[in-house]
């Protein structure tokens, strides 16, 4: 089993262009997650799952978009990137809510 | 508001040395409380989590609700230790929006 997956691992993008990343999972978790990683910041929510078709705002959302078409993949989009959202976004899945979360490997994001 | 502190951002011990790591929670309720751990060029995973009552790779963590805190102890550290170590908070309101720490940076000198 590959676990978690993200893709890309690596991206630069201009101010004002659009990306998705792309996290799998063949686990067959219900519950997906997106998180960014910013120094002194810890870990932050940006949006998650709880089934296919199902997507909710975390923490801190705006700016970006999800979607849950298929239970094994959950895509992140950024429609109009901002320095801001230069980071590293991490990918995480659960069985269920309560369960222990599997994290991707990261992709790191700059903006410029 | 729901939050978790973790106040040191790096900790340097000798090997050998008893390690705590610190983690501070701030929830009205009962919450759930884990430790995830980043070892270099590895990804995130969980270490142990408050309802286990485990002890993992010689780590453990208690549970106290008077102090609002869920510490990270280890009697003798070990250089393979070294790593980023994040405490989390999931609230058991029925939500599933976890709560992480800033973490903190651990370093076993040789």
């Known amino acids: 089993n590959a676990g978690v997956t993200q893709t890309p691992k690596f991206r630069v993008l201009k101010t004002g262009q659009s990306m998705t990343l792309l996290c799998a999972q063949d686990m067959n978790h219900e519950y997906m997650y997106w998180y960014r990683q910013d120094p002194g910041m810890g870990l932050r929510l940006i949006h998650y799952?709880?089934?296919?078709?199902?997507?909710a705002k975390g923490e801190v959302p705006d700016g970006y978009n999800v979607s849950r078409l298929k239970k094994q993949n959950f895509l992140l989009g950024l429609e109009s990137a901002a320095p801001s959202q230069t980071s590293v976004y991490f990918c995480a899945s659960s069985y269920r809510g309560y369960n222990e979360q599997f994290f991707g490997p990261g992709t790191r994001l700059t903006v410029l | 508001a729901q939050r978790v502190t973790q106040p040191e951002k790096l900790l340097s011990v000798f090997k050998g040395a008893p390690v705590e790591l610190k983690c501070n929670y701030s929830?009205?309720?009962?919450?759930?409380l884990f430790w995830y751990v980043q070892y270099s060029r590895q990804r995130l995973q969980l270490l142990l989590r408050h309802i286990s009552r485990e002890s993992i790779k010689g780590f453990t963590a208690d549970l106290n609700k008077g102090e609002t805190s869920f510490h990270l102890k280890k009697p003798f550290a070990q250089e393979e230790d070294s790593a980023m170590y994040y405490c989390?908070?999931?609230?058991?309101?029925?939500?599933?929006?976890?709560?992480f720490g800033t973490g903190t940076r651990l370093k076993v000198l040789a």
């Open positions: 799952s709880v089934g296919e078709g199902t997507t």
């Open positions: 989390a908070l999931r609230p058991t309101s029925g939500t599933y929006k976890y709560i």
């Open positions: 929830y009205s309720g009962s919450p759930e």
